[in-house]
């Protein structure tokens, strides 16, 4: 849903790639990024074959998967924008491409002829935005120490893109510089190389009904996330909430009809019997600690949920001012 530019970069260069695999391989040479071309017989054609469709399906894979991750800028920005970036990422990577292979043989003596096909360049530009504008969430830990956010995938997808060819590390570097020189607001070069707004109206007249999908309806609007994965945690967290007032409600109508406080020996018993073993263990080496100081804000926000002061006051001493154990224990009791 809104992003059919991404939707057809998706489809279309995946399609013609595993054609030229599947049925017409005598076809490859067309769209091969053959450098020794351009330069010597000036075949500025290959530039666009050569850059555009995949002859890899690994590479067409893992960079299907990237530009799938990366329509939440088509979503954020509006297709025109982003496909101006695109086209500005496409065009100076081609220009860094051609200055990065002639300063690898200048420095270490090694002759590029060709360079993995396909439409790298953009998609590692599109690396830059992605770890600047998108937020970090962490979702869990691997071994205690290793974070794992929304955004590893991601990065571990281009890592495996990053490794399929002997030079595409060329493609990935002249991409991230590209990337980094159109998102750049001193070089302004998102000014000179964009779609203009003519280009933009004949494409969504005519292309835009083809790739573009109705929005789905089975989900329910929360919030304005960042991206789909912190949408989904809103929509999460709002399930949560709605599961917790209507627990609550329960919980107060119980206590109405029962008529009495909660009974806190029935909730913490072993806490409190093994303090009091303690205190008969030592009875002369420690007194009795003082009450836990209770945050007023935890107990507002308890008394927001129906539950009385002096319950929220018992349960956050009891749970050692927790007040996710204190909620849960006021719930199921």
Known sequence: DKAPLSKSLLLVPSAISILLTLLF??????FAYNLQAVKEDFQI???V?????????KDT???SLLIYNFRIFERRYGSRKFSSFLLGAWMLSALFDLLLVEITQYIFGITINSLPSGFLGPVFALFVPFYSSIPRVQVTQVLGHFSITNKSLVYILGLQLLTSGSYIWILALSGLISGICYNSSILKVHRILCVPRWVAKIFSWTLEPVFSSAEPTNE???GMGATVDIQRQQRMEL???????????????????QGGMINWNRLFPPLRHRQNANYQDHP?????PPPTEVSEEQVARLMEMGFSRG????????????????TNFLLQH
């Open 45 to 47: 054609w290959r530039l």
């Open 61 to 63: 894979f893992c960079s």
């Open 239 to 257: 399930l949560d909430r709605q599961i917790m007032m209507s627990q609550v409600a329960q919980m107060r109508r119980q206590r109405q009809q």
């Open 49 to 57: 074959c050569g850059r555009t469709i995949c002859l890899d399906l």
């Open 284 to 288: 002369s080496e420690q007194g009795i």
């Open 25 to 30: 391989q005598h076809y490859q040479k067309f």
């Open 220 to 222: 329910v609007r929360v």
């Open 311 to 326: 319950d929220a006051l018992e349960a956050l001493r009891a749970s050692n001012n927790d007040l996710n154990v204190a």
